[in-house]
């Protein structure tokens, strides 16, 4: 298995950002896939989640109605649109494929400051 995230940086509270994964190693149509997260000083925790074919999708009450994922199948990639950022949003923000075990990426930073 491999998770590539992109997409961090450094963003103004209110702003957006677009997290992009590229999955590989396997059959990734077949499973579900996550965005976590884990802040300075805090347990790591998941965000947000879809199912294999995109229909059902969950969220973390603290990012509900702000943060957005996405998967496109042909592409083996997933995405996480995230709105209305606040600086307790920051973080490194990880890939999960839900495979056996589960397996994260090796995350992208984000901070949302001023």
């Known amino acids: 298995v491999q998770l590539v995230e992109s997409g961090g940086g450094l963003v103004q509270p209110g702003g957006s950002l677009r997290l992009s994964c590229a999955a590989s190693?396997?059959?990734?149509?077949?499973?579900?896939m996550s965005w976590g997260r884990q802040a300075p000083g805090k347990e790591r925790e998941l965000v947000a989640t879809?199912?294999?074919?995109?229909?059902?999708?969950t969220y973390a009450d603290s990012v509900k109605g702000r943060f957005t994922i996405s998967r496109d199948n042909a592409k083996n990639m997933v995405y996480l649109q995230m709105n209305s950022l606040k600086p307790e949003d920051t973080a490194v923000y990880y890939c999960?494929?839900?495979?056996?075990?589960?397996?994260w990426g090796q995350g992208t930073q984000v901070t949302v400051s001023s």
């Open positions: 879809i199912t294999t074919g995109g229909v059902l999708r």
């Open positions: 190693g396997f059959t990734f149509s077949n499973y579900g």
């Open positions: 999960v494929a839900l495979v056996p075990g589960n397996y």
